[in-house]
């Protein structure tokens, strides 16, 4: 099958570990980089392409040896000193520099973004060529340390846990580590003038003047993340921070570990809190199960939405149920032109994908019974573990968690372009 974005990512490697170590100058928007990748074969290479945007490559070494190399139109190949044996590993290191700018996407630019006073990184789904040079697919997942120094009144946060932070002359160094592993387009870097708080049991940091509105808004999560450590089993990373930038933002951005919402979702009534619950449940469905390759979103998309009208459902709003009949009926209304299990690439953040997403999986609750619905999810969850997941691998998973037939229902839902109704077919 092609995939959707055939310019991004490399199917002959994999890199199981990224270092990054970057400098960033936020009034001049500069980013200088080293970046050291550990890349393992998976077939013979004498050529390795990495996917980076529009910086100046000064120099690439593999394992030490300075490498050859030509840079354009989004790749940075370089040919290998010698060649590498399928199984065989290396280390490559680039070093680059320059003024980071988004990729290029039908949405927008994505990845590295300047900010009124600061950055942040949105790499969902091809954005990391913007700021680090990677093998660029959902399905390559890796360990990471990243360390960025900035101009000390500014506050850094990566992906993982802190490890390090050191003063020196006017700026500082922030040194995260990543362990589990991550896609590429889940890394990300937030550089602001943030204040740190602890929200209900989590680390949330925003601009000090929106302190009372960010404590009222954010102050259920505590009780979300009781809810999906209950449905979806237990939380999957060591922590998680959520990221109030000064910024206005279309939509909240999802990262592993993190989550990111502008200061127009903000508004002291807690008006978006499904978007709330919505980005917390990505934590388990989309970064620690990652979709192998972007056809199969619904996987990380659907059931986000699906756990916003499970936390209404829990804290007092209209039940799953209600949502679920009033989105079929709104959706029954808009064209039936895509397939779930591959929208394609047009349709991929269509929010008819989020919402029928969604509905699958509410159709499959009602045929199953909350008591195989829910530990099928949490054994789903359990037993892809920071892993990559696939459409078939689910509809199999459910199979075996269950004893009435299944396969008519995700078919209808999943491969037809035809809205099923909601209720269960009359065979199950």
């Given at each position: 099958?092609?995939?959707?974005?055939?310019?991004?990512?490399?199917?002959?490697?994999?890199?199981?570990?990224?270092?990054?170590?970057?400098?960033?100058?936020?009034?001049?928007?500069?980013?200088?980089?080293?970046?050291?990748?550990?890349?393992?074969?998976?077939?013979?290479?004498?050529?390795?392409?990495?996917?980076?945007?529009?910086?100046?490559?000064?120099?690439?070494?593999?394992?030490?040896?300075?490498?050859?190399?030509?840079?354009?139109?989004?790749?940075?190949?370089?040919?290998?000193?010698?060649?590498?044996?399928?199984?065989?590993?290396?280390?490559?290191?680039?070093?680059?520099?320059?003024?980071?700018?988004?990729?290029?996407s039908p949405w927008g630019g994505l990845g590295w973004e300047e900010l009124t006073d600061g950055a942040l990184v949105a790499g969902q789904p091809i954005g990391a060529p913007s700021w680090f040079p990677c093998n660029d697919r959902p399905g390559d997942k890796a360990t990471y340390r990243i360390s960025v120094t900035a101009a000390s009144p500014y506050r850094v946060i990566a992906n993982g846990v802190l490890v390090a932070r050191r003063r020196a002359a006017g700026s500082t160094t922030w040194i995260y580590d990543q362990a589990e592993p991550m896609a590429s387009y889940l890394a990300s870097v937030q550089i602001g003038r943030y204040r740190l708080a602890e929200i209900a049991g989590i680390e949330v940091a925003h601009p000090a003047r929106l302190a009372t509105r960010v404590r009222h808004d954010f102050g259920r999560q505590g009780e979300m993340m009781k809810l999906f450590t209950h449905l979806f089993g237990s939380y999957p990373f060591t922590g998680y921070t959520v990221v109030v930038a000064d910024d206005d933002l279309d939509i909240p951005v999802e990262a592993q570990g993190m989550s990111i919402f502008g200061r127009n979702h903000v508004d002291g009534v807690r008006g978006f809190e499904r978007l709330v619950a919505h980005e917390l449940a990505h934590q388990w469905f989309g970064n620690s199960l990652t979709v192998g390759c972007w056809r199969d979103i619904w996987l990380q998309e659907g059931f986000a939405a699906y756990a916003e009208w499970l936390w209404s459902e829990s804290s007092g709003g209209p039940s799953a149920g209600e949502h679920a009949e009033r989105w079929h009926r709104r959706l029954a209304l808009l064209p039936q032109d895509f397939v779930l299990a591959d929208p394609g690439p047009a349709a991929l953040f269509d929010d008819r994908v989020y919402k029928r997403g969604a509905l699958t999986l509410h159709a499959l609750r009602r045929a199953v019974g909350d008591e195989a619905f829910f530990p099928a999810l949490r054994a789903w969850t359990a037993e892809h573990r920071h892993g990559s997941v696939t459409t078939a691998q689910f509809a199999g998973h459910v199979q075996r968690h269950t004893s009435r037939p299944v396969g008519p229902l995700l078919s209808a839902w999943l491969h037809s372009k035809p809205m099923p109704r909601l209720t269960a077919p009359p065979d199950l």
């Open positions: 099958m092609t995939p959707y974005f055939p310019g991004h990512g490399d199917h002959r490697y994999g890199v199981s570990h990224y270092d990054l170590r970057l400098g960033y100058r936020v009034q001049a928007n500069r980013l200088d980089g080293t970046a050291r990748l550990t890349v393992s074969a998976a077939e013979p290479l004498g050529v390795l392409g990495l996917d980076l945007g529009r910086f100046r490559v000064s120099s690439v070494t593999v394992d030490g040896v300075p490498a050859r190399h030509a840079h354009g139109q989004g790749k940075l190949r370089v040919t290998l000193p010698r060649p590498l044996p399928a199984g065989g590993r290396a280390a490559v290191e680039v070093r680059y520099s320059g003024t980071p700018l988004p990729v290029p």
